[in-house]
């Protein structure tokens, strides 16, 4: 049994898509840019906000720095408003986290989320579970796949990071965990593909969240 089970968010533990496309697309409208389809925003979720601001923007036109700025605040305003219009965890992750509570095993969260909306989102849509660390991304800290992040959270939780299993859905996680000395489980309910995983280096792929359990069970 792992020491700690650290969860990406989007695309992991919630299914945030709809509404970070929709929250996107708004801002994108505000400047008159074009929009994107929602499979589109599949691939340029999971580097955090600024990168998603940087990507939906047209590179042919305007994704210059100041642009992309105002973009990237647009959305955050957005967001702020409409970040929970159809966002829900995804179905088994409730029997996942409570697994973990009743064999004792400490859960923590790390996104590329702003750290703001990462703890708010926790709160309110996952709030009968003991979470240990609630971490989103910090200007003070490199967003994955560097690995200080998920580093900080072992350390806050007092564990090593080898005793450490992280579950995320994109590249990004599997580079973090793996570059963190954690084991690097893949999630294919979420924003990419098998492919994609297990090329980052993904130690395991689960296609749901129960066999997560059987590969932390049997760790």
């Not at 309110?124 to 490199?142: C, M």
Request: with cysteine.
């Amino acid at each position: 049994m792992p020491a700690l089970l650290l969860f990406d968010l989007d695309g992991t533990l919630l299914d945030t898509l709809e509404d970070l496309a929709d929250s996107m697309n708004d801002a994108l409208r505000s400047f008159g840019f074009p929009v994107h389809s929602l499979d589109g925003y599949r691939l340029k979720i999971g580097d955090g906000a600024q990168m998603l601001a940087q990507r939906a923007v047209p590179a042919a036109q305007a994704r210059d720095a100041v642009t992309v700025d105002a973009v990237y605040h647009a959305y955050l305003a957005v967001y702020e408003r409409r970040w929970r219009f159809k966002t829900r965890p995804y179905e088994g992750i409730a029997g996942l986290l409570d697994a973990c509570v009743a064999a004792g095993l400490p859960i923590a969260v790390y996104s590329n989320k702003p750290d703001r909306f990462t703890r708010m989102t926790v709160e309110a849509l996952l709030p009968s579970w003991p979470w240990a660390v609630i971490r989103g991304q910090r200007p003070e800290t490199a967003r994955k796949p560097a690995p200080d992040g998920a580093l900080a959270v072992a350390a806050e939780v007092g564990v090593r990071p080898e005793d450490c299993v992280f579950l995320g859905d994109s590249e990004a996680d599997m580079h973090c965990a793996r570059a963190a000395g954690m084991t690097a489980i893949g999630a294919l309910w979420g924003f990419r593909s098998r492919e994609e995983i297990v090329a980052a280096g993904a130690h395991h792929v689960v296609a749901a969240p129960a066999a997560v359990w059987e590969v932390v069970r049997g760790r």
